[in-house]
Protein backbone atom coordinates (compact mmCIF):
# COMPACT_ATOMS: atom_id res chain seq x y z
CA UNK A 1 0.00 0.00 0.00
CA UNK A 2 0.98 3.36 -0.89
CA UNK A 3 1.30 6.52 1.63
CA UNK A 4 -1.36 9.02 0.19
CA UNK A 5 -2.23 12.09 1.96
CA UNK A 6 -4.24 13.64 -0.78
CA UNK A 7 -8.29 13.92 0.24
CA UNK A 8 -10.71 15.14 -1.80
CA UNK A 9 -13.22 16.45 0.36
CA UNK A 10 -12.57 19.84 2.67
CA UNK A 11 -14.97 18.55 5.30
CA UNK A 12 -12.25 15.24 5.48
CA UNK A 13 -9.26 17.72 5.28
CA UNK A 14 -11.00 19.09 8.87
CA UNK A 15 -12.04 15.93 10.63
CA UNK A 16 -10.56 15.68 13.58
CA UNK A 17 -11.16 19.64 14.56
CA UNK A 18 -12.34 20.11 18.02
CA UNK A 19 -14.11 22.80 19.65
CA UNK A 20 -11.55 24.55 22.06
CA UNK A 21 -8.54 24.02 19.29
CA UNK A 22 -5.58 25.72 18.85
CA UNK A 23 -5.18 26.66 15.12
CA UNK A 24 -2.52 28.21 13.08
CA UNK A 25 -3.22 30.05 9.87
CA UNK A 26 -0.82 30.57 7.11
CA UNK A 27 -0.20 33.89 5.33
CA UNK A 28 0.85 37.41 5.19
CA UNK A 29 -2.41 39.24 4.69
CA UNK A 30 -3.71 37.52 1.96
CA UNK A 31 -0.35 36.29 0.29
CA UNK A 32 -0.88 32.40 1.27
CA UNK A 33 -3.29 33.26 3.04
CA UNK A 34 -5.97 29.33 2.98
CA UNK A 35 -9.23 30.84 2.58
CA UNK A 36 -10.87 27.40 1.58
CA UNK A 37 -9.98 26.04 3.94
CA UNK A 38 -10.76 29.01 6.64
CA UNK A 39 -14.37 28.39 4.73
CA UNK A 40 -14.67 24.79 5.52
CA UNK A 41 -13.59 25.91 9.21
CA UNK A 42 -16.89 27.57 9.11
CA UNK A 43 -18.74 24.70 7.77
CA UNK A 44 -17.15 22.49 10.21
CA UNK A 45 -18.51 24.62 12.93
CA UNK A 46 -16.08 24.40 15.72
CA UNK A 47 -15.88 26.87 18.21
CA UNK A 48 -14.03 28.65 21.03
CA UNK A 49 -10.72 28.74 18.88
CA UNK A 50 -7.36 30.24 20.08
CA UNK A 51 -5.98 31.17 16.11
CA UNK A 52 -2.38 31.87 15.64
CA UNK A 53 -1.70 33.61 12.41
CA UNK A 54 0.39 37.43 11.33
CA UNK A 55 -3.06 39.47 11.16
CA UNK A 56 -6.56 39.12 11.95
CA UNK A 57 -8.02 39.16 8.34
CA UNK A 58 -10.01 41.33 5.99
CA UNK A 59 -13.29 41.70 5.37
CA UNK A 60 -16.07 38.77 5.43
CA UNK A 61 -13.89 36.72 3.53
CA UNK A 62 -10.85 33.77 5.05
CA UNK A 63 -9.83 34.90 8.48
CA UNK A 64 -12.20 37.58 8.64
CA UNK A 65 -15.12 35.75 7.87
CA UNK A 66 -14.37 32.84 10.53
CA UNK A 67 -14.20 35.30 12.81
CA UNK A 68 -17.10 37.14 12.33
CA UNK A 69 -18.92 34.06 12.95
CA UNK A 70 -17.40 34.12 16.47
CA UNK A 71 -16.05 30.79 16.25
CA UNK A 72 -12.79 31.93 17.96
CA UNK A 73 -12.52 33.39 21.51
CA UNK A 74 -8.92 34.45 20.93
CA UNK A 75 -6.22 35.51 18.21
CA UNK A 76 -2.46 35.53 19.05
CA UNK A 77 -0.87 37.79 16.16
CA UNK A 78 1.67 40.90 15.38
CA UNK A 79 -0.53 43.11 13.51
CA UNK A 80 -4.68 43.26 14.37
CA UNK A 81 -4.99 46.26 12.34
CA UNK A 82 -6.02 46.84 8.81
CA UNK A 83 -7.84 49.33 6.64
CA UNK A 84 -9.82 46.59 5.08
CA UNK A 85 -10.56 44.46 8.68
CA UNK A 86 -13.88 44.57 9.86
CA UNK A 87 -15.20 41.88 12.12
CA UNK A 88 -11.98 41.72 14.17
CA UNK A 89 -12.52 44.92 15.22
CA UNK A 90 -16.15 45.03 15.94
CA UNK A 91 -15.73 42.01 18.12
CA UNK A 92 -12.55 43.67 19.80
CA UNK A 93 -14.16 47.04 20.69
CA UNK A 94 -16.88 45.00 22.17
CA UNK A 95 -14.60 43.15 24.67
CA UNK A 96 -15.96 39.67 22.70
CA UNK A 97 -12.64 38.22 21.84
CA UNK A 98 -9.07 37.94 23.42
CA UNK A 99 -5.91 39.20 21.41
CA UNK A 100 -2.04 38.18 22.31
CA UNK A 101 0.18 40.84 20.61
CA UNK A 102 3.22 39.40 19.58
CA UNK A 103 6.11 41.03 17.39
CA UNK A 104 6.59 39.15 14.40
CA UNK A 105 10.04 37.92 14.75
CA UNK A 106 9.05 36.40 17.83
CA UNK A 107 5.71 35.26 16.46
CA UNK A 108 7.83 33.21 13.90
CA UNK A 109 10.58 32.28 15.92
CA UNK A 110 8.21 30.82 18.82
CA UNK A 111 6.03 28.81 16.16
CA UNK A 112 9.48 27.72 14.87
CA UNK A 113 10.72 26.58 18.52
CA UNK A 114 7.89 24.65 19.01
CA UNK A 115 8.34 22.82 15.64
CA UNK A 116 12.04 22.06 16.51
CA UNK A 117 11.41 20.72 20.31
CA UNK A 118 12.70 23.97 21.94
CA UNK A 119 10.18 24.49 24.98
CA UNK A 120 11.54 28.55 25.18
CA UNK A 121 14.19 31.01 24.24
CA UNK A 122 15.72 33.99 24.86
CA UNK A 123 15.46 37.09 22.96
CA UNK A 124 16.66 41.17 22.63
CA UNK A 125 12.86 41.70 20.97
CA UNK A 126 10.68 43.63 23.45
CA UNK A 127 13.51 44.07 25.88
CA UNK A 128 12.20 47.71 28.04
CA UNK A 129 9.08 47.40 26.38
CA UNK A 130 5.27 46.86 27.31
CA UNK A 131 5.20 43.79 25.49
CA UNK A 132 8.16 42.51 28.08
CA UNK A 133 6.08 42.58 31.02
CA UNK A 134 6.05 39.74 33.21
CA UNK A 135 8.52 37.86 31.40
CA UNK A 136 11.69 36.42 32.63
CA UNK A 137 15.04 38.40 32.12
CA UNK A 138 18.45 37.21 31.64
CA UNK A 139 21.82 39.31 31.10
CA UNK A 140 24.14 37.74 28.31
CA UNK A 141 27.22 39.07 27.72
CA UNK A 142 26.04 42.07 29.28
CA UNK A 143 22.92 42.67 27.13
CA UNK A 144 19.35 42.19 28.36
CA UNK A 145 17.24 39.32 26.81
CA UNK A 146 13.39 38.26 27.82
CA UNK A 147 12.36 34.72 27.83
CA UNK A 148 9.48 34.02 25.08
CA UNK A 149 8.18 30.04 24.87
CA UNK A 150 7.18 28.34 22.11
CA UNK A 151 3.63 28.23 20.62
CA UNK A 152 2.29 25.01 19.73
CA UNK A 153 -0.77 24.37 17.82
CA UNK A 154 -3.55 21.35 17.02
CA UNK A 155 -3.61 22.31 13.39
CA UNK A 156 -2.01 24.36 11.10
CA UNK A 157 -4.17 25.17 8.21
CA UNK A 158 -1.79 26.28 4.95
CA UNK A 159 -1.75 27.22 1.10
CA UNK A 160 1.28 25.74 -0.73
CA UNK A 161 1.50 26.02 -4.55
CA UNK A 162 3.01 22.28 -5.06
CA UNK A 163 2.95 19.19 -3.35
CA UNK A 164 2.67 15.08 -4.47
CA UNK A 165 1.06 12.68 -2.21
CA UNK A 166 3.60 12.63 0.28
CA UNK A 167 3.38 15.97 1.23
CA UNK A 168 6.56 17.66 -0.33
CA UNK A 169 5.73 21.57 -0.60
CA UNK A 170 6.47 24.65 -2.04
CA UNK A 171 5.26 27.85 -2.20
CA UNK A 172 4.88 30.63 -4.29
CA UNK A 173 7.03 33.96 -3.81
CA UNK A 174 6.19 35.80 -0.80
CA UNK A 175 3.22 33.31 -0.06
CA UNK A 176 5.56 31.03 1.44
CA UNK A 177 6.34 33.26 4.87
CA UNK A 178 5.06 31.48 8.30
CA UNK A 179 4.05 28.42 6.29
CA UNK A 180 6.87 25.96 6.92
CA UNK A 181 7.24 26.68 10.45
CA UNK A 182 3.50 26.79 11.17
CA UNK A 183 3.78 22.83 9.43
CA UNK A 184 6.21 21.86 11.86
CA UNK A 185 4.45 23.67 15.16
CA UNK A 186 0.94 21.80 14.67
CA UNK A 187 0.07 18.24 15.45
CA UNK A 188 -1.45 18.06 12.02
CA UNK A 189 -0.91 20.25 9.32
CA UNK A 190 -3.61 20.60 7.09
CA UNK A 191 -2.27 21.65 3.01
CA UNK A 192 -5.00 23.10 0.19
CA UNK A 193 -2.39 23.33 -2.55
CA UNK A 194 -2.65 24.71 -6.22
CA UNK A 195 -1.44 22.27 -8.07
CA UNK A 196 -0.87 17.53 -7.64
CA UNK A 197 2.04 16.41 -8.81
CA UNK A 198 3.51 12.89 -9.51
CA UNK A 199 6.17 11.87 -6.38
CA UNK A 200 8.70 11.73 -9.91
CA UNK A 201 8.04 15.02 -10.64
CA UNK A 202 9.05 16.36 -7.39
CA UNK A 203 12.56 17.88 -7.83
CA UNK A 204 14.12 16.80 -3.94
CA UNK A 205 16.90 19.84 -4.39
CA UNK A 206 13.56 22.12 -4.34
CA UNK A 207 11.34 20.91 -1.48
CA UNK A 208 10.75 23.69 0.95
CA UNK A 209 9.25 21.64 3.30
CA UNK A 210 9.30 17.82 3.28
CA UNK A 211 6.80 15.59 3.70
CA UNK A 212 7.22 14.36 7.41
CA UNK A 213 5.46 18.20 8.32
CA UNK A 214 2.51 17.66 6.65
CA UNK A 215 -0.53 14.92 7.71
CA UNK A 216 -3.43 16.16 4.75
CA UNK A 217 -3.63 17.52 1.25
CA UNK A 218 -6.15 18.71 -0.97
CA UNK A 219 -6.16 20.80 -4.22
CA UNK A 220 -7.68 23.85 -4.72
CA UNK A 221 -6.39 24.57 -8.50
CA UNK A 222 -8.15 27.88 -8.72
CA UNK A 223 -8.13 29.85 -5.08
CA UNK A 224 -10.00 33.02 -3.84
CA UNK A 225 -8.26 35.75 -4.31
CA UNK A 226 -8.71 37.94 -1.14
CA UNK A 227 -8.35 41.15 -2.65
CA UNK A 228 -10.63 40.51 -5.99
CA UNK A 229 -13.08 38.73 -3.48
CA UNK A 230 -13.95 41.87 -1.13
CA UNK A 231 -13.61 44.16 -4.06
CA UNK A 232 -16.21 41.93 -5.59
CA UNK A 233 -18.29 42.45 -1.98
CA UNK A 234 -17.83 38.45 -1.52
CA UNK A 235 -19.52 37.78 2.16
CA UNK A 236 -19.14 33.68 3.49
CA UNK A 237 -21.08 32.01 4.02
CA UNK B 1 5.62 95.61 4.92
CA UNK B 2 6.49 93.15 7.36
CA UNK B 3 8.56 90.16 6.49
CA UNK B 4 6.39 87.53 6.03
CA UNK B 5 6.87 84.87 8.83
CA UNK B 6 7.78 81.39 7.56
CA UNK B 7 5.59 77.99 8.99
CA UNK B 8 7.38 75.65 10.65
CA UNK B 9 6.73 73.37 7.65
CA UNK B 10 8.20 76.55 5.28
CA UNK B 11 11.09 76.02 6.99
CA UNK B 12 11.93 72.58 6.81
CA UNK B 13 13.58 69.81 4.11
CA UNK B 14 10.98 68.22 2.13
CA UNK B 15 10.75 64.34 2.40
CA UNK B 16 12.71 64.23 -0.94
CA UNK B 17 15.76 66.05 0.27
CA UNK B 18 15.80 63.67 3.83
CA UNK B 19 15.31 60.73 2.27
CA UNK B 20 18.56 61.45 0.10
CA UNK B 21 20.55 62.67 3.50
CA UNK B 22 20.18 59.15 4.28
CA UNK B 23 20.55 57.52 1.16
CA UNK B 24 24.26 59.11 1.08
CA UNK B 25 24.92 57.63 4.25
CA UNK B 26 24.24 53.88 3.57
CA UNK B 27 27.31 52.46 2.23
CA UNK B 28 27.62 50.13 -0.82
CA UNK B 29 26.28 46.78 -0.58
CA UNK B 30 24.36 47.11 2.50
CA UNK B 31 21.72 45.22 3.39
CA UNK B 32 18.76 47.92 4.37
CA UNK B 33 15.15 47.10 5.89
CA UNK B 34 12.83 50.45 4.82
CA UNK B 35 10.01 50.81 7.26
CA UNK B 36 6.94 51.43 5.82
CA UNK B 37 5.66 54.85 5.12
CA UNK B 38 8.00 57.89 4.35
CA UNK B 39 10.77 55.63 4.69
CA UNK B 40 10.25 53.67 1.50
CA UNK B 41 11.56 57.10 -0.33
CA UNK B 42 15.14 56.51 0.50
CA UNK B 43 15.29 53.62 -2.23
CA UNK B 44 14.52 56.94 -5.00
CA UNK B 45 17.61 58.30 -3.81
CA UNK B 46 20.38 55.70 -3.91
CA UNK B 47 22.74 57.29 -6.23
CA UNK B 48 24.85 54.97 -9.29
CA UNK B 49 27.91 54.51 -6.80
CA UNK B 50 26.51 51.97 -4.85
CA UNK B 51 24.04 49.05 -5.15
CA UNK B 52 21.94 48.18 -1.95
CA UNK B 53 20.08 45.14 -1.12
CA UNK B 54 16.51 45.74 0.45
CA UNK B 55 15.14 42.86 3.10
CA UNK B 56 11.21 43.01 2.78
CA UNK B 57 10.39 41.00 6.70
CA UNK B 58 8.20 38.82 4.68
CA UNK B 59 10.38 36.95 3.34
CA UNK B 60 12.00 39.06 0.71
CA UNK B 61 15.43 39.56 0.16
CA UNK B 62 16.61 41.82 -2.93
CA UNK B 63 13.03 44.25 -2.98
CA UNK B 64 12.49 45.54 -6.60
CA UNK B 65 10.07 48.61 -7.00
CA UNK B 66 6.46 48.90 -7.41
CA UNK B 67 5.17 46.90 -10.03
CA UNK B 68 3.14 48.09 -13.06
CA UNK B 69 -0.80 47.32 -13.17
CA UNK B 70 -0.34 44.55 -15.49
CA UNK B 71 2.31 42.88 -13.56
CA UNK B 72 0.65 43.10 -10.06
CA UNK B 73 0.97 39.47 -7.97
CA UNK B 74 -0.99 39.33 -4.81
CA UNK B 75 1.57 36.71 -3.60
CA UNK B 76 4.71 38.84 -3.88
CA UNK B 77 3.69 41.74 -1.85
CA UNK B 78 5.96 43.99 0.83
CA UNK B 79 5.78 44.59 4.45
CA UNK B 80 3.49 46.70 3.90
CA UNK B 81 1.26 44.31 1.80
CA UNK B 82 1.45 45.93 -0.94
CA UNK B 83 2.53 44.73 -4.44
CA UNK B 84 6.06 44.61 -5.18
CA UNK B 85 9.05 42.94 -7.33
CA UNK B 86 11.92 40.95 -6.92
CA UNK B 87 15.06 41.71 -8.33
CA UNK B 88 17.64 40.13 -10.24
CA UNK B 89 19.59 38.07 -7.65
CA UNK B 90 16.75 38.22 -5.13
CA UNK B 91 15.38 35.59 -3.19
CA UNK B 92 12.48 33.93 -0.81
CA UNK B 93 12.55 32.65 2.42
CA UNK B 94 10.61 31.69 5.37
CA UNK B 95 9.47 34.05 7.91
CA UNK B 96 11.76 32.31 10.40
CA UNK B 97 14.86 32.74 8.39
CA UNK B 98 13.91 36.26 7.05
CA UNK B 99 13.55 37.09 10.99
CA UNK B 100 17.01 35.25 11.52
CA UNK B 101 18.10 37.88 8.65
CA UNK B 102 17.10 40.95 11.39
CA UNK B 103 17.48 39.32 14.73
CA UNK B 104 20.70 37.77 13.74
CA UNK B 105 21.98 40.78 13.57
CA UNK B 106 22.58 40.65 9.30
CA UNK B 107 20.89 43.64 8.92
CA UNK B 108 23.26 46.71 8.30
CA UNK B 109 20.53 49.44 7.82
CA UNK B 110 16.81 49.54 8.65
CA UNK B 111 15.12 53.30 8.55
CA UNK B 112 11.91 53.22 10.69
CA UNK B 113 9.68 56.68 11.28
CA UNK B 114 9.03 57.58 14.81
CA UNK B 115 6.43 59.27 16.98
CA UNK B 116 9.02 59.88 19.86
CA UNK B 117 12.72 59.46 19.88
CA UNK B 118 14.60 60.01 23.48
CA UNK B 119 18.01 61.52 24.30
CA UNK B 120 19.44 57.64 25.33
CA UNK B 121 18.42 56.46 21.81
CA UNK B 122 14.86 55.00 23.31
CA UNK B 123 12.03 54.93 20.51
CA UNK B 124 8.57 54.85 20.36
CA UNK B 125 6.78 54.03 17.04
CA UNK B 126 4.36 51.41 17.35
CA UNK B 127 1.85 52.31 19.94
CA UNK B 128 0.03 55.68 20.82
CA UNK B 129 -1.53 53.57 23.99
CA UNK B 130 -5.27 53.79 22.07
CA UNK B 131 -7.10 51.61 19.61
CA UNK B 132 -5.87 48.28 19.03
CA UNK B 133 -2.01 47.54 19.71
CA UNK B 134 -0.44 46.35 16.62
CA UNK B 135 3.57 45.71 16.56
CA UNK B 136 4.19 44.36 13.37
CA UNK B 137 8.27 43.82 13.01
CA UNK B 138 9.07 47.02 14.42
CA UNK B 139 10.77 45.75 17.66
CA UNK B 140 12.40 42.88 16.20
CA UNK B 141 14.12 45.47 13.60
CA UNK B 142 15.53 48.16 16.20
CA UNK B 143 17.09 45.23 18.71
CA UNK B 144 18.73 43.98 15.66
CA UNK B 145 19.41 45.72 13.02
CA UNK B 146 23.28 47.02 13.10
CA UNK B 147 22.35 50.48 12.81
CA UNK B 148 18.91 52.15 13.67
CA UNK B 149 18.01 55.17 11.32
CA UNK B 150 14.95 57.39 12.45
CA UNK B 151 13.47 59.28 9.30
CA UNK B 152 10.49 61.94 10.80
CA UNK B 153 9.19 65.18 10.86
CA UNK B 154 10.57 67.49 13.59
CA UNK B 155 7.77 68.56 15.09
CA UNK B 156 4.09 66.28 15.62
CA UNK B 157 0.98 67.75 13.48
CA UNK B 158 0.02 69.47 16.44
CA UNK B 159 3.50 71.21 16.64
CA UNK B 160 4.92 69.23 19.43
CA UNK B 161 8.72 67.72 19.62
CA UNK B 162 9.04 64.29 19.03
CA UNK B 163 12.56 64.65 19.88
CA UNK B 164 12.51 64.25 23.93
CA UNK B 165 14.20 63.80 27.08
CA UNK B 166 12.04 60.76 28.04
CA UNK B 167 9.13 58.80 26.08
CA UNK B 168 6.03 59.23 27.17
CA UNK B 169 4.49 56.55 24.46
CA UNK B 170 5.18 53.04 24.62
CA UNK B 171 8.65 52.21 23.95
CA UNK B 172 9.47 49.85 20.29
CA UNK B 173 12.88 49.64 21.41
CA UNK B 174 15.24 50.98 24.36
CA UNK B 175 18.38 52.57 23.44
CA UNK B 176 18.32 51.40 20.02
CA UNK B 177 18.34 54.88 17.52
CA UNK B 178 22.13 55.82 16.56
CA UNK B 179 20.95 58.97 14.24
CA UNK B 180 17.92 60.91 13.58
CA UNK B 181 16.85 62.51 10.04
CA UNK B 182 14.51 65.25 10.40
CA UNK B 183 13.26 68.09 8.40
CA UNK B 184 15.10 70.53 10.49
CA UNK B 185 18.23 68.42 11.07
CA UNK B 186 20.23 65.49 10.97
CA UNK B 187 21.16 64.27 14.92
CA UNK B 188 23.58 61.62 16.35
CA UNK B 189 22.18 60.39 19.47
CA UNK B 190 24.89 60.16 22.25
CA UNK B 191 25.95 60.08 25.91
CA UNK B 192 25.82 64.36 26.16
CA UNK B 193 22.12 64.51 24.13
CA UNK B 194 21.57 65.41 20.64
CA UNK B 195 24.71 65.86 18.54
CA UNK B 196 23.69 68.21 15.80
CA UNK B 197 25.52 66.78 12.39
CA UNK B 198 23.70 69.03 10.16
CA UNK B 199 21.10 71.73 10.59
CA UNK B 200 18.56 73.02 7.87
CA UNK B 201 19.99 75.80 6.25
CA UNK B 202 17.09 78.19 7.34
CA UNK B 203 17.18 77.45 11.22
CA UNK B 204 20.09 78.03 13.87
CA UNK B 205 20.93 76.08 16.76
CA UNK B 206 19.39 78.27 19.11
CA UNK B 207 15.40 77.92 17.32
CA UNK B 208 16.36 73.89 17.05
CA UNK B 209 16.85 73.45 20.88
CA UNK B 210 13.21 75.85 21.27
CA UNK B 211 11.81 72.95 19.15
CA UNK B 212 13.75 69.93 20.96
CA UNK B 213 13.17 68.86 24.31
CA UNK B 214 16.34 67.64 25.80
CA UNK B 215 19.95 69.12 25.23
CA UNK B 216 21.05 70.06 21.60
CA UNK B 217 24.89 70.30 20.73
CA UNK B 218 27.34 71.28 17.52
New interface residues.
Given amino acids: MQINKIKTEIAEMLSDVFDGATIMVGG ?5 SPIELLHGLIDHGAKDLTIIA ?1 NSGNGRVGLGALIGQKQVKKVIC ?4 SAKGIT ?2 EL ?1 NKGKIE ?1 E ?9 R ?2 AAGSGIPAFY ?9 AIGKEEKIFNGKKYILEEALNADFALVKADVSDRYGNLT ?11 MCMAAKQSLIQVRKLIEPHQTNPENV ?1 TPGIFVKKIIEIDNPI ?3 NAIEEGMIYP | MTKKKLTNAEKGWERGVIASKIANDLPHASYVNLGIGMPELVSQHIKDDREIIYH ?5 LGMGPTPNENEI ?6 AG ?1 KPVT ?1 LPGGS ?5 D ?2 SM ?2 GGHIDYCVLGAMEVSMNG ?1 LANW ?1 TGK ?10 LV ?2 AKNVFVMTQHLTKEGKPKLVEKCTL ?6 VVSRVYTDYAVIDITKEGFKVVEINENLSIEYLQTVTEGRVYQ
Fill in positions: FGEAGNSFARFQYLVVPQGTLAEIRTATAVGTPLFKKTARNFNPVIIET | SENGLDFDLINKIFCHHASFIRDSGIPAVGGAMDAGPLTGSG
